[in-house]
């Protein structure tokens, strides 16, 4: 589609955004119910449809369940694939519920990526590099830098071992400011599992990202554009530090936040995407609904292409004034 039927021109970049798929070994259903590989399969079907070109998959953490080899082996098998068809950077983060040493065995291989102050940055895959030690250590926070075409995305391990809270240690906002003292060339993206926004159900405050203020003393004044996160199982949007963030739905699971706030709860329905729209001076986020609904309406095949055809004036007279 050539012609420019708004104000605004295409985005520069678009970045699929997932969360949260609690993949468990051999596809067992979690909570004995929720069929979470199934429902990924199924989000994945829906972005092949659409027919875009994202620049990356983002999936901000807890990918497994209880961090076993094989849930990782089955995510990677079925998402790789259509990461490649679509020509997307693929970027894990690392959750609450995923385990080090097999996130970084199962997603990265044998060299995965690692964090240690003394580190300085290696390439460990086309397009990334990530901050790793002469000797890994496989408990090390997995925080990786991504160069997408200018656009700099960052990768922050929030996970504590041992823990479902969230928090980042010294040596990672050490490595943090050191990376973003130099501006990338289209700003930054960050994305972190335990997002910095405050939330309804007040019982996740006991495992939100702790000491937030030192993460914003980071980020305030940087390049950075948006924050992306997951952790909550409901999408959401704030600010943090003067820059907006997003969190995604997961993709295997949502909260239900009609319940009582002191009886919370989780639904097998209601899962999401977004998409990151980035443009030259902003970053727009869409929530894009899972599942198989009946159409309320449609336009015709040829709609597109014959506004396309008219001029600006034209494409009101046609289409926004009322009949």
Same mark, same amino acid.
């Given at each position: 589609?050539?012609?420019?039927?708004?104000?605004?021109?295409?985005a520069?970049?678009?970045?699929v955004?997932?969360?949260?798929?609690?993949?468990?070994?051999?596809?067992?259903?979690?909570?004995?119910?929720v069929?979470?590989?199934?429902?990924?399969a199924?989000?994945?079907?829906?972005?092949?449809?659409?027919?875009?070109?994202?620049?990356?998959?983002?999936?901000?953490?807890?990918?497994?369940?209880?961090?076993?080899p094989?849930?990782?082996?089955?995510?990677?098998?079925?998402?790789?694939?259509?990461?490649?068809?679509?020509?997307?950077?693929?970027?894990?983060l690392?959750?609450?519920?995923?385990?080090?040493?097999?996130?970084?065995?199962?997603?990265?291989?044998?060299?995965?990526?690692?964090?240690?102050?003394?580190?300085?940055p290696?390439?460990?895959?086309?397009?990334?590099? +990530?901050?790793?030690?002469?000797?890994? #250590? %496989?408990?090390?926070? $997995?925080? *990786?830098v991504?160069?997408?075409?200018g656009?700099? @995305?960052?990768?922050?391990?929030?996970?504590?071992?041992?823990?479902?809270?969230?928090?980042?240690?010294?040596?990672?906002?050490e490595?943090?400011?050191?990376?973003?003292?130099?501006?990338a060339?289209?700003?930054?993206?960050?994305?972190?599992?335990?997002?910095?926004?405050?939330?309804?159900?007040?019982?996740f405050?006991?495992?939100?990202?702790?000491?937030?203020?030192r993460?914003?003393?980071?980020?305030?004044?940087?390049?950075?554009?948006?924050?992306?996160?997951?952790?909550?199982?409901?999408?959401?949007?704030?600010?943090?530090?003067?820059?907006?963030?997003?969190?995604?739905?997961?993709?295997?699971y949502?909260?239900?936040?009609?319940?009582?706030?002191?009886?919370?709860?989780?639904?097998?329905?209601?899962?999401?995407?977004?998409? +990151?729209?980035?443009?030259?001076?902003? #970053? %727009?986020?869409?929530? $894009?609904? *899972?599942?198989?609904?009946?159409?309320?309406?449609? @336009?015709?095949?040829?709609?597109?292409e014959?506004?396309?055809?008219?001029?600006?004036?034209?494409?009101?007279?046609?289409?926004?004034?009322?009949?």
């Open positions: 589609m050539s012609a420019q039927f708004g104000q605004y021109p295409p520069r970049q678009t970045i955004h997932l969360s949260d798929p609690h993949f468990l070994g051999g596809n067992a259903p979690l909570y004995g119910v069929d979470t590989e199934q429902h990924l199924q989000t994945l079907e829906q972005i092949r449809a659409m027919q875009i070109h994202p620049s990356a998959f983002v999936f901000t953490g807890d990918l497994a369940d209880l961090g076993e094989d849930a990782y082996a089955r995510l990677r098998a079925l998402v790789e694939p259509v990461a490649a068809d679509l020509g997307a950077q693929l970027i894990w690392m959750g609450n519920h995923d385990e080090r040493a097999e996130f970084r065995a199962g997603l990265f291989g044998a060299a995965g990526s690692t964090h240690a102050s003394s580190s300085t290696q390439t460990h895959a086309p397009g990334a590099s +990530v901050s790793a030690s002469a000797q890994q #250590v %496989t408990d090390a926070p $997995v925080d *990786v991504y160069d997408l075409g656009l700099r @995305f960052i990768g922050l391990d929030s996970s504590v071992p041992g823990w479902h809270h969230g928090a980042l240690a010294d040596e990672q906002l490595w943090l400011a050191d990376v973003l003292s130099e501006p060339e289209h700003g930054t993206i960050v994305g972190l599992h335990h997002p910095p926004v405050p939330s309804p159900l007040s019982f405050d006991i495992l939100e990202l702790q000491e937030q203020h993460l914003e003393s980071v980020l305030r004044g940087s390049d950075v554009r948006a924050i992306l996160g997951g952790h909550l199982h409901y999408s959401t949007h704030s600010v943090f530090a003067g820059i907006p963030v997003s969190v995604a739905a997961a993709t295997c949502t909260m239900n936040l009609t319940r009582p706030l002191d009886h919370p709860g989780g639904v097998d329905g209601g899962q999401s995407f977004s998409l +990151v729209h980035v443009y030259d001076d902003r #970053v %727009t986020f869409s929530t $894009v609904p *899972v599942g198989d609904y009946p159409p309320s309406n449609t @336009f015709p095949a040829d709609f597109v014959r506004m396309s055809r008219l001029t600006p004036a034209e494409r009101l007279e046609a289409f926004s004034r009322k009949r």
